[in-house]
């Protein structure tokens, strides 16, 4: 198989990569894609560093033998975790989100920012050190959010309490943030939610957040990228959108009925695989 018609594969711990999945399809719409899931093991969030490796070297393994010529790693919790061991491991090419959506935060955010995410990725303190690399002076928030990827994962609509819950985070920003990175590739699949906490909280003179970054398009960007550096888009036409998206989960209907949300329409393959 030529290079160029290989697929992309991205992976993460859900269903939250799906957010730089759609960013790609947009940017690269004649490219081949495969998407894995590990709904079944899903929050990496509370899981230990090892543990992480260990599944996501799983997921690596299977969407190499499926011939992908990249890996895109759509989880903010492996990306602190295991992103610099599986580039040693692999010999592929390996993005992951942490740097895109830093680069982003240093466009943006000059003073003052607010985090949302897992509970690993706060405590690994890798978006700490990584945006401080090139602001020293800047100010950050992190505010760990253990209940909202479980939440979106299993029907976000479905749970009466969201609001409540989503409000309990969102009242942890620093009320002098100018900007809130979502840290999370779960979490801007309830952006329209986000935004309307964030509007009720900024009437009440809670927070002064003017900009929302999320790092799915600047890691989709960041492969159109490479791959116009090295020669290797996919020019067929005839292969236009063809998606495979494949989940470790035991409910297959569940996964379907989440991604016909979350996918917008978008025509996809769905398979069920066991990575034990």
């Known amino acids: 198989m030529n ?39 899903i929050p990496y969030g509370d ?15 299977f969407l190499i033998n499926k011939n992908c010529k990249i890996l895109v790693i759509g989880c903010n919790t492996i990306s602190a975790s295991a992103s610099e061991i599986l580039k040693e491991k692999y010999n592929i ?17 000059k003073n003052n920012i607010s985090i949302m995410a897992t509970d690993f990725t706060i405590k690994s303190k890798i978006y700490l050190k990584k945006i401080k690399e090139n602001n020293k002076e800047i100010k950050i928030t992190q505010i760990v959010c253990k209940k909202l990827c479980p939440m979106i994962e299993n029907g976000w609509e479905s749970f009466e309490d969201r609001f409540e819950i989503l409000n309990n985070y969102i009242k942890k920003i620093n009320s002098n943030s100018d900007s809130l990175l979502l840290a999370c590739t779960h979490y801007p699949l309830i952006i329209k939610d986000i935004k ?29 990228k490479y791959w116009k550096e090295n020669n290797l888009l996919n020019n067929n036409l005839k292969n236009k959108n ?30 069920r695989v066991n990575l034990d």
């Open 3 to 41: 290079i160029n018609s290989k697929p992309i594969g991205i992976f993460d711990s859900g269903f939250g990569g799906i957010t730089i999945l759609r960013e790609l399809l947009k940017l690269m719409p004649n490219e081949n894609y495969i998407y894995l899931g590990d709904n079944k093991n």
């Open 47 to 61: 899981k230990s560093k090892k543990e992480i490796i260990k599944l996501s070297s799983k997921m690596a393994d």
């Open 93 to 109: 090419p390996i993005i992951e989100v942490i740097s895109n959506a830093c680069a982003e935060v240093n466009k943006i955010s």
């Open 196 to 224: 309307k906490v964030l509007k009720e909280n900024k009437n009440e003179n809670r927070n002064n957040i003017k900009k929302i970054i999320e790092p799915s398009r600047p890691t989709a960007l960041s492969v159109k």
């Open 242 to 271: 063809r998606l495979t998206i494949y989940t470790t989960s035991s409910d297959k209907n569940k996964s379907k009925n989440l991604l016909n949300i979350f996918l917008n329409n978008e025509k996809y393959k769905l398979e």
